[in-house]
Structure formats: C-alpha cells, structure tokens
C-alpha cells in the first residue's frame, strides 16, 4: 500500500531530534513559489558526527529504507551514524513519504555553503531551514536533469520578478487568484487584491489576503471578496491587481505598492482563458 507523503512529519522529527540540516531541491522550490508539485523532501545535514548520530536517529524513528522501484517497501540498510559518514546520497523511503538526503549537492559546497543563505520558514509549525531560490536554481543548473530544467524557467522568472500573479478557473466556477513571491524575508505583509471588470464600473477587492503557504496567497474570485458576487461570472475580460500596503514608523497605513497582476477572460460561451504577469 503506497505511503502518503507527509514532508511535516518529516520535518518534524528532524526538528525533535536536533539535526542540523537545510531543505533543498523540490520542497524549497515550492516554498519560494514554484508551481511544480514534490513528492519527496530534499535535505543536506551538517556532516559532523554528533549530527549525522541524530540523523542516524531520525532514519529509525522514520523507518527508512533504501528506496527502489523493484522493492515498493524499500530495502534495509545500515542506519548507523558510520555509514552515513561515508556516503554523499540516499534516495530513500520513510513512513512519511520520500526522503533524500545529499550531503554535497550539485553546484554547490554541502550544508556550510548553503547555510549562509537559507531562509526560515515555518511549515506546519515545524521552523525549517530552506536553500535560498539563488542556490536552489545554480544547484539545479549544476544536475541538469530533465526536471530541473523542466522546473528552471519558472524558477528563474520568480527569482528575477519576485512576485508572480496567476489566475486559475475551479470545477465550482470560483477563479482561484495567486501570488507567489520568491524572498521570504521580502514576503509581503498587509495585502489587498482587486479585480476590475474592463470597460465596467465593476470592481471588487479583498481587503487582507491571508497566506495560504509560505510563498504563496490564493484568494478565491468571487467568493472571498467585497461586495459578494454569484457564480457563474459575467463574461467579460478582468484584472486582478495585487497591492502591498506601506506604513510609516507607527505602522500607519499611508499608501500601496503594486506588486503583480494577473488577466483573465470569461467568454461568451463560458470559456475560461487565463495570464499571468509578474512584478510591476
């Protein structure tokens, strides 16, 4: 029986057990924007022994084994801070899902390198380390597998305009609105997001768009917004402009910055044609 994948509990027992480590590949991907999905969590530990004897730790408490198509279970190994010692990879499988572990990853010089530039982020309540986007995208241009480079565009579009707007129709005709944005320690704070109908007086806005992720708010047209609108949505075309508010010392509101929109067009026929742009 498949495992469901659960990069939380992953994270979280190598929270509890005090390795030293910063995410990488997919899942750091996915936290600075990256629409692609992951199934697995990326991770390069410090190499010390005291922390590889933790990690030792976390593989017995993750049950995990060597991961190959030929074996669904996976198969055993030596989980011993020994072994890990002297290896540079593991493709691995876990209770949790898929785990990998790279001790010197691609383009890059192990754990110390990426340290200095990882982000923190809290994912499920679990405060992580995550490789910054820039060595996320030169670790991805040194392995030039076939999904790396499939993932590479987007990555390096959200890494030159930081933040990405796209507009998405949903099976219960809501249109689901998105902004990514790539730095964390960018991320932006007070949020409003308004949809202008072309040619009409007709606008609509959310007044504090609430993260949904780390790197990324989604908002749904027109349910979460003011004033309240039914579906199916009018034909016509339609701007959704996402703002950042900016505050003075007192943290009082005194004007907006653009960041992203995004176009979408309902047709006649109810056919739904979306865009997307990134940072203005």
């Not at 200095?116 to 992580?128: D, H, K, W, Y």
């Not at 959310?206 to 990324?216: F, I, L, N």
């Not at 917004?225 to 943290?251: C, H, K, L, N």
Request: proline share 8%; hydrophobic share 40%; aromatic share 6%.
């Amino acid at each position: 029986m498949p495992v469901e994948f659960d990069p939380v509990e992953i994270l979280r027992s190598l929270e509890r057990h005090g390795v030293r480590f910063v995410v990488i590949g997919g899942l750091a991907a996915v936290i600075h924007g990256s629409p692609y999905v992951t199934t697995d969590v990326d991770i390069t530990p410090q190499r010390d022994p005291r922390n590889l004897e933790r990690l030792a730790t976390v593989l017995d408490d993750l049950d995990a084994r060597i991961r190959t198509e030929s074996v669904p279970e996976g198969l055993p190994f030596d989980r011993s801070a020994a072994f890990l010692a002297n290896v540079s990879m593991l493709n691995l499988t876990t209770r949790a899902g898929d785990l990998d572990i790279s001790l010197v990853p691609a383009g890059t010089r192990g754990y110390e390198d990426l340290r200095r530039n990882a982000v923190i982020v809290e994912l499920g309540g679990v405060r992580t380390s995550f490789a910054s986007l820039q060595d996320v995208v030169r670790s991805k241009e040194a392995a030039g597998r076939a999904k790396d480079l499939l993932a590479l565009p987007t990555l390096r579009r959200i890494m030159e305009e930081p933040h990405v707007a796209t507009a998405d129709l949903r099976a219960d005709g809501q249109v689901v609105l998105t902004l990514s944005y790539g730095d964390q320690r960018g991320s932006p704070r007070i949020i409003q997001c308004r949809v202008e109908a072309e040619g009409a007086p007709d606008r609509w806005r959310v007044s504090q768009a609430p993260p949904e992720e780390p790197g990324r708010i989604q908002v749904r047209f027109p349910a979460d917004f003011e004033p309240t609108s039914s579906v199916p949505i009018p034909p016509g075309t339609y701007r959704a402009a996402w703002m950042q508010g900016t505050v003075d010392r007192r943290g009082t509101r005194i004007g907006e910055q653009p960041l992203a929109e995004a176009w979408f067009t309902i047709t006649p026929e109810g056919r739904f044609v979306g865009s997307a742009a990134g940072g203005l």
